[in-house]
């Protein structure tokens, strides 16, 4: 099997593995939440900030923006409901949409000069400061964002819910 092409290790696997993890997070709030979960969903992490929902739906929205220009294709938007389902949805989506995309595709990736918006700014970059100085940390930012406010709304969230990495005893806190 040849090796996959850089840009697709550092984008593909990665997402789906955040889309995972922000599913998980979702389905643990809900589950620990109740009928107290869709207020949730309207939570900020801090005043002035987007509410979890829109937190969720544009870290899931960054996984294609990142992805799909990197292969030279247009970004697909999604558009499944701001509410517990709806937000589950895009997420399946986003991976379903992101597992079609063949290694092959970012063969030629890093030869990419990548525009996109940045609330009001036009960005032109090269396919690698693309992906690691706007799309990653945007990506991690919007993620962080939702785990806060849900985490703040009450859902046991942790480190381990965040990365998928790390392990700690039942009941362990740093407080």
């Known amino acids: 099997m040849p090796a996959q ?21 979702l389905a643990r709030a809900e589950a620990r939440l109740g009928d107290r979960f869709a207020e949730a969903l309207n939570a900020r992490p801090a005043v002035g900030m987007m509410p979890v929902a829109r937190q969720v739906a544009t870290a899931t929205q960054f996984t294609l923006r990142i992805a799909y220009p990197l292969v030279g294709r247009r970004v697909p938007e999604l558009r499944d409901a701001m509410d517990g389902p709806g ?33 009001l700014a036009d960005l032109e970059l090269p396919a690698e400061m693309f992906l690691n100085e706007f799309g990653l940390p ?12 849900l985490k703040q709304a009450g859902a046991p969230l942790g480190k381990a819910d965040f990365d998928g990495r790390h392990i700690y005893p039942e009941g362990f806190s740093f407080g």
């Open 87 to 119: 937000l589950h949805a895009r997420i399946a989506g986003a991976r379903a949409l992101l597992e079609a995309l063949g290694p092959e595709e970012f063969t030629h990736s890093g030869r990419r000069v990548i525009r996109a918006q940045a609330g």
């Open 138 to 149: 945007n990506l991690y930012f919007h993620h962080a964002m939702a785990h806060v406010a």
């Open 5 to 25: 092409p850089p840009f697709y290790r550092a984008t593909v696997p990665v997402f789906v593995g955040v889309l995972g993890r922000l599913g998980g997070e």
